[in-house]
C-alpha cells in the first residue's frame, strides 16, 4: 500500500481532482491530538444526535485496496434477485419494493427487478426510479402517524439497487434528520403485525398507480 511521509508534502496543492486515500488518510492522522484521535465532530451536539456520554473518534483504518466484494457483486448469490414476487408488497415489470425485517420505524427498500447497481440505469429505469421515489414517499407518508419520509441509497453493502425509505414517526422530532437510520437500529421493532400492515397499505397505495405511465413510458 502507498504512504506518504506526514509533513508539508501533505499540503502541495494538487490540480488533479482524483482522491488519494493514504494522502487522506496520512493528513487526517497528522492532524491527531494529544489522545491520538481526531476531535469530535460539531454531530454530537445536535439535538438529534442518539448518543451520549463519554465518545471518541475510531483511529482510521489503512484503506483497503482493492476493495472487498460487496454481497452479490457479481450477480451470483444475490439475495435481491433470488427473492421471488411474493415476498414484495409491489412490483411491475421493471421494480419491486420491500420490506425488510421490522425495524424500530417503518422502512421499505426499492429495487429494480434486474440485477443493476444506480450507475447501470439507462435513461428509462432512470426516469421510473425517479417518478417512484415521489411515489412511495406518498404511500408511506400516507400511513397516519408517519411525520416525514426520507431516503437514502448507500451500496456499501449489497451490489443489487437497494434504495431506502423510513418513516419518521410524526412528533417524535428527536428521530429528525440523518440520524433516523441509528434511530431505527435503537428503538424497539414494531410488532409484527403492524409491520405487515404498514407493508400492505403501501402495497395498496402503490397498486393505485398501476397502469398509469410515467413520462418515460409514454
Ligand atoms: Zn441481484
Redesign the pocket.
Known sequence: MRRLPLGPTLRAVTSSPALDPAELTARARAAYGADGRLPLPDTVTWDIFPFEGALQVKRLDDPVLPEPPRH?ED?TD?S??QRTDDAYLWTDHRWRVYAPESAGVPALLLEPRA?LDLGDLDETYAAELGVLTVRIERALASVPGIGRVHFNRWGDGG??LHVWFLGRPEGMVQLRGSCLPDWMDILPPLPEPQWTAIGRHVGTALAAYDGVAAPSQG
Open positions: 452479490g450477480g444475490c435481491a434477485c440485477h451490489a443489487h
